[in-house]
């Protein structure tokens, strides 16, 4: 009888020593296995990304950089922060454009009115857009951290202010 009694806590002992282990497992796959997947721009094969790309911070709004699915992305943070590289380039536009330490980023006015802030630069080809979830000034703090990564591509033309086209 105590033989039995013994078998049955050993066997409890082991199911939950497996099931520990298949929970560290999930979770470390979580933590450093898993990818953001992030929808490439329809231009993203052009070379001057990978050098966008290959100059992105590690960190963005102080969220760490994460492994991505995608060509010429990246993420931060979950995903809260996105960049996609080889979008359209905007044509000249009355939404709010603002330069930051000489780079110029569009403000996509529509979309910001969902909670997500999307900032694309102006003037240069390729064009970057960064996608940042939240209300608040975190698109410029954020066109801020990755200006480095798109000072690289040349820039054809400028913001202009109301007072420049009169």
């Given at each position: 009888?105590?033989?039995?009694?013994?078998?049955?806590?050993?066997?409890?002992?082991a199911?939950?020593?497996?099931a520990?282990?298949?929970?560290?497992?999930?979770t470390?796959?979580?933590?450093?296995?898993?990818?953001?997947?992030?929808?490439?721009?329809?231009?993203?094969?052009?070379?001057?990304?990978?050098?966008?790309i290959?100059?992105?911070?590690?960190?963005?709004?102080?969220?760490?950089?994460?492994?991505?699915?995608?060509?010429?992305?990246?993420?931060?943070?979950d995903?809260s922060?996105?960049?996609?590289?080889?979008?359209?380039?905007?044509?000249?536009?009355?939404?709010?454009?603002?330069?930051?330490?000489?780079?110029?980023?569009?403000?996509?006015?529509?979309?910001?009115?969902?909670?997500?802030?999307?900032?694309?630069?102006?003037?240069?080809?390729?064009?970057?857009?960064?996608?940042?979830?939240?209300?608040?000034?975190?698109?410029?703090?954020?066109?801020?951290?990755?200006?480095?990564?798109?000072?690289?591509?040349?820039q054809?033309?400028?913001?202009?202010?109301?007072?420049d086209?009169?």
């Open positions: 009888m105590r033989f039995r009694s013994w078998s049955k806590r050993a066997r409890l002992i199911g939950v020593c497996v520990a282990g298949i929970a560290a497992a999930v470390s796959y979580f933590l450093f296995f898993s990818k953001v997947s992030v929808e490439p721009g329809p231009f993203a094969d052009n070379p001057r990304c990978a050098d966008v290959s100059r992105a911070p590690e960190t963005v709004l102080h969220r760490q950089r994460d492994k991505v699915t995608g060509d010429a992305v990246a993420a931060w943070g995903g922060v996105t960049l996609r590289c080889g979008v359209t380039v905007p044509r000249p536009t009355t939404n709010l454009c603002v330069t930051v330490n000489g780079v110029d980023w569009v403000l996509d006015e529509k979309r910001a009115q969902d909670g997500v802030q999307v900032l694309t630069t102006y003037g240069r080809d390729p064009a970057v857009e960064v996608t940042v979830d939240g209300d608040g000034p975190k698109g410029g703090d954020a066109a801020v951290d990755l200006n480095r990564a798109v000072r690289g591509i040349p054809k033309s400028k913001c202009l202010a109301l007072g086209t009169l």
